[in-house]
Nanobody, 115 residues
Framework: QVQLVQSGGGFVQAGGSLRLSCTAH????????MDWYRQAPGMQREWVAG???????DYAGSVKGRFTVARDSAWETVYLEMNSLKPEDTGVYYC?????????WGQGTQVTVSS
């Protein structure tokens, strides 16, 4: 059974940093593309960053240069390192992957950035 378990997040002042984690159970991350999305209050969920199993990472323009996505050496956990946070980065962050044609999502992690 595929399960994505998230941790991290919290409350930070503008300019601060946070790191989110997404640990995969039931799959090998080396074989799967991983993405991060976020959803601000009253807004649609938006793509934030992508970490393909092969190839280069990619980022939404709004976070490029501030956010970094990476895997751990054991290929079990994906991280989203967020620096220079802005109030507009506030929202619930989700990791996601597709396995066998199905989308799997983490439970979501709240990130709140105060001005």
């Amino acid at each position: 059974q595929v399960q994505l378990v998230q941790s991290g997040g919290g409350f930070v002042q503008a300019g601060g940093s946070l790191r989110l984690s997404c640990t995969a159970h039931g799959i090998l991350l080396r074989n799967n593309d991983m993405d991060w999305y976020r959803q601000a209050p009253g807004m649609q969920r938006e793509w934030v960053a992508g970490l393909p199993s092969y190839g280069n990472t990619d980022y939404a323009g709004s976070v490029k240069g501030r956010f970094t996505v990476a895997r751990d050496s054991a290929w079990e956990t994906v991280y989203l390192e967020m620096n220079s946070l802005k109030p507009e980065d506030t929202g619930v962050y989700y990791c996601t992957t597709m396995v066998g044609g199905y989308d799997y999502w983490g439970q979501g992690t709240q990130v709140t950035v105060s001005s």
